[in-house]
């Protein structure tokens, strides 16, 4: 896992439905929420109570990212989503509570 932040000379060289490749993956989004050079650690636990459209606008505004990104981002105030795999197949539940693997079709209700 490469976890180096984006710059914003990466950021703007970036197609508008570019994903993110790199940065603290999320096994319930399957998602990489990208790390941003320009938003420090003191922002970012700043921003960690702050409301959603709160945390898209300042990712936008501060980054230059696209509404994607930074929609990434905000749904991820604290990080990626854990989540426990699934006992027959092994990939990731989609919530803690699954009772049920959509990847594999396995039922334990």
């Known amino acids: 896992m490469n976890d180096a932040p984006y710059t914003r000379d990466e950021i703007e060289a970036l197609n508008e439905e570019a994903w993110p490749e790199r940065g603290v993956y999320c096994q319930r989004c399957r998602n990489y929420i990208p790390i941003f050079?320009?938003?420090s650690k003191d922002d970012?636990?700043?921003?960690?109570?702050?409301g959603f459209i709160d945390r898209m606008k300042f990712a936008r505004q501060t980054t230059g990212c696209s509404m994607r990104w930074a929609k990434?981002?905000?749904l991820h105030p604290n990080g990626g989503h854990d989540t426990a795999p699934c006992p027959n197949c092994g990939?990731?539940?989609?919530?803690k509570l699954a009772k049920q693997c959509l990847e594999c079709g396995a039922d334990w209700h």
């Open 72 to 74: 990434i981002w905000a």
């Open 37 to 39: 050079e320009e938003i």
């Open 91 to 95: 990939e990731p539940l989609r919530t």
């Open 44 to 50: 970012d636990a700043r921003l960690a109570t702050a």
